[in-house]
Nanobody, 115 residues
Framework: QVQLVESGGGLVQPGGSLRLSCAAS????????MGWHRQTPGKQRELVAAITGSGSTNYADSVKGRFTISRDNAKNAVLLQMKSLKPEDTAVYYC?????????WGQGTQVTVSS
């Protein structure tokens, strides 16, 4: 059974940086597509960034040039480095693992960008 645990959220001032981490259990991590999504109250969850097992990445237009997704297959971990944070980045951020019909979500971590 695959489980995901996020960490690294918190309160940061506009223009600041945060790094989110997602630790995964299970043996399929290295071949799964990992993603970070975010959600604010009253809105649909949206994809922020994703990385395939081979390392190809995809970003939402709103975060291109500011966020970087990476993975460490030896540690079963995926990271989201966030820089130049804006108040509109405030959301609950969720880690996701997707492989064939398997779709697993973490519990989410709150990111608040405010002065």
């Amino acid at each position: 059974q695959v489980q995901l645990v996020e960490s690294g959220g918190g309160l940061v001032q506009p223009g600041g940086s945060l790094r989110l981490s997602c630790a995964a259990s299970g043996s399929i991590f290295s071949i799964a597509t990992m993603g970070w999504h975010r959600q604010t109250p009253g809105k649909q969850r949206e994809l922020v960034a994703a990385i395939t097992g081979s390392g190809s990445t995809n970003y939402a237009d709103s975060v291109k040039g500011r966020f970087t997704i990476s993975r460490d297959n030896a540690k079963n971990a995926v990271l989201l480095q966030m820089k130049s944070l804006k108040p509109e980045d405030t959301a609950v951020y969720y880690c996701n693992l997707n492989f064939l019909s398997l779709d697993v979500w973490g519990q989410g971590t709150q990111v608040t960008v405010s002065s």
